[in-house]
């Protein structure tokens, strides 16, 4: 039978029915018509309450790929609410780098207390991986690989293979490594099927292997596996000694994450959807760049406070503040979110520079042509009685063209630079671009404005 | 030998010197050192003259896989510069899920000329993937696939598979089909390798296959991939039939393109980084988001003239407009990029509605307070001469409260209610909550200080 993936339903949700009304017959029998990673899906939406009820409810022999399928953090909630002999049970039966992660997000307390309540050798295995960093290579690893020597022949390999005790359901490639473990060569399921079961396997061994180091950052692990096209990649230490193995579906996992990281540092709004559950967190996580941005505010109210005469005598002036400061931090914000993204995937080199910075320039300049005149032109209409409305139009006209102009460098500079100096583009841009966009555009629109309306003299 | 990995290089780059003194020998040097994807990578970079250049010196054994490394766009833009027969015989090395790619690409003339020299059958398959959108599963597609009968043994199948003429590189499973086509199971080469030759497939094979239909969204099939953490999916037509599959690798390419096209439209910043390459495409790009900005600042300024009499007697008003309001744009986009990023990713279910904006809109009145206490206090230092610092304050203060509540809602609001309609979130976010907030935060500012101030009463 086939299976229909219907994702992203958004009809009416009976699960959410069944919780309410708390009848455990219609949940179960709910449940039993999804597979684990619908059950999954659900579960990483709901509250931790309902998550534990909901589990309670489902086929014990799923639970484990259920929780596989969850959200790290959404899994690691519910492992932290079960009684410590329950969670050591669910966790024996999770896949090695997925109890990892999870684990990883638990209490020192908490995780003692079930790594006490495994094998020996299992919680021995699981204390190795968690000394790695999570965002490394070798957090998200897997140390269950298949291995052989150069010597073997295919018939060999394949008679190993049908006699090992477990055969992980991930498996596309045999490593090949001398026997300190070093790494010299993988060969594919494919070509073991494909080639003479008498071919050494020397002779069909991919030697050109990919491989990355357990330190490296999953970002860039996440970038190898995209650019050469691999579905898994061996993690080897710094002497080429093979550790373990990162699957395509991990990357996929961190890819997305990274991402979701960019986005929300773009706005600053934090670094993970998790810390927007929090009511409290969320503040603290938001405060950062508000701080930044009223910190700016009240340097442009500092500012703008030298111009009270000005502003008094043409409060006109006032009425276009918005649209200058405005169409600057449009303009800046979009320079910059093209850099830091094109760095990101590669788009842009950091190698020419200066192009890149001439370039927006320009185009905040002819940007900031039309809509400096498009909005003096109207300007000479709605400026009110206090000033001459074609002088004014003048005055916006040339303010949002130097503003522009500016915004635009602005905006592609910073984070080139930020990426120079090796400081994360997408932290910095937002905040910074916007503040500095904002005050020296106001700065330029009152300036002109002292300068060519004459008030006051 | 195992090859280091080294990306994201950011040293000096010798191939650009070689390539500046037209030094082809050095350059061809220089292309023997690297494999084919970081070739790829460099070309991505590099202008279109240079990348014929490049290419040029490329070892003709690796260009079709140089080609299949780099971004199609760059890649169809070298396709189009060949003449035709060179094209062809190029085209011809490639994979076809990226001659699909690349060649979708061309204009109708090109892939004509290409189309003609290429060998019928070859061309028929072409043209027949051609025909579907290129952001459907079809439209990324392989239809290379290994299929067999499930009354064949594993013994049978691996004697298939050794003598097939080619088995693509990228083989996971076997599809199992009935003789109409539909497909009925699949059975992985490690089922293969691991079970007694003399199994039939009937007893092995998975029947609880999750395919996708040809016509459903490539944003769609890199999510169901994602939630099932598979390496390859089984594409079918509406009866099931087996038309092809799709890896994981071309998924990788999907979700990165998708994750920058909604970052870009967050911006206004257009929906693809090729559209900031051309300097006219980049300009009309971004006016639509600006032209938007514009007109709700002139918007703003016909609103702010109706606050003429008391713009001029109290100047101060002005000095704060700007942290007025931009703290309630700031706060509207983190609450609208924290909901487009949920809604995005699954993290925010739309069956609970209310509970996110009631959140969001509690959230906003937090910080509203919080911040508006401190600008508030700020103003009266510094407020100017034309007003009674303590009342100014007051405005402020209170304006800040409501105009940040007001943002977070409208931030959070608006996405889930464009979701509810089936408008893409990311699209329309951006300069609606801008705009609407910028100029109701304005409107309560100054009416505020009308009432409160009591100014020209």
Request: hydrophobic share 50%.
């Amino acid at each position: 039978m086939l299976r229909r993936t219907v994702v992203r339903t958004r009809k009416h949700d009976l699960l959410a029915d069944a919780l309410e009304g708390r009848d455990t017959r219609r949940l179960r029998h709910l449940l039993a018509r999804l597979d684990p990673v619908q059950i999954a899906t659900r579960l990483d939406n709901l509250s931790s309450e309902e998550r534990l009820v909901v589990l309670q409810q489902v086929d014990p022999a799923l639970r484990a790929e259920v929780l596989e399928s969850m959200r790290y953090e959404a899994a690691a909630d519910v492992v932290q609410r079960l009684v410590p002999d329950e969670a050591a049970r669910l966790v024996d039966e999770l896949e090695v780098d997925d109890a990892v992660d999870i684990l990883g997000r638990l209490s020192k307390d908490q995780l003692e207390d079930i790594l006490a309540r495994l094998d020996a050798e299992d919680a021995d295995e699981l204390q190795d991986l968690l000394a790695y960093d999570e965002n490394t290579a070798g957090g998200i690893m897997s140390p269950e690989v298949l291995r052989c020597t150069s010597d073997a022949t295919v018939a060999e390999v394949l008679t190993m293979l049908r006699s090992a005790p477990e055969v992980p359901e991930s498996s596309f490639y045999v490593y090949v490594v001398e026997p300190d473990g070093k790494l010299i060569g993988q060969v594919s399921l494919r070509a073991l099927v494909t080639n003479d079961p008498q071919t050494p396997v020397e002779d069909i061994m991919e030697r050109d292997v990919v491989a990355v180091r357990a330190e490296m950052d999953q970002e860039e692990v996440a970038d190898v596996v995209g650019r050469y096209d691999l579905v898994s990649v061996p993690v080897v230490d710094g002497q080429f000694r093979l550790l373990g193995k990162i699957d395509v579906d991990d990357v996929l996992d961190v890819m997305r994450e990274e991402a979701t990281e960019d986005i929300l540092k773009m706005a600053g709004a934090g670094e993970e959807l998790a810390e927007a559950q929090s009511f409290r967190s969320a503040v603290k996580v938001r405060s950062r760049w508000l701080s930044a941005a009223a910190l700016g505010g009240l340097f442009a109210a500092l500012n703008l406070a030298q111009f009270e005469h000005e502003l008094g005598q043409v409060p006109a002036l006032s009425f276009f503040m918005p649209v200058v400061a405005g169409m600057g931090g449009n303009v800046g914000t979009q320079s910059a979110t093209i850099v830091v993204r094109g760095l990101a995937v590669g788009y842009v080199g950091t190698d020419r520079l200066w192009q890149v910075v001439v370039r927006e320039m320009l185009l905040g300049a002819v940007l900031g042509l039309l809509y400096g005149l498009l909005v003096g032109g109207v300007a000479t209409l709605i400026g009110g009685t206090s000033v001459e409305p074609m002088q004014l139009g003048a005055v916006i006209a040339l303010a949002m063209l130097g503003s522009m102009t500016l915004a635009a460098s602005v905006g592609a500079g910073v984070p080139l630079l930020l990426d120079r100096l090796d400081v994360d583009p997408a932290v910095a841009t937002g905040p910074f671009v916007t503040t500095t966009v904002d005050v020296l555009g106001l700065l330029l629109y009152l300036g002109l404005a002292r300068v060519l309306l004459g008030v006051g003299v």
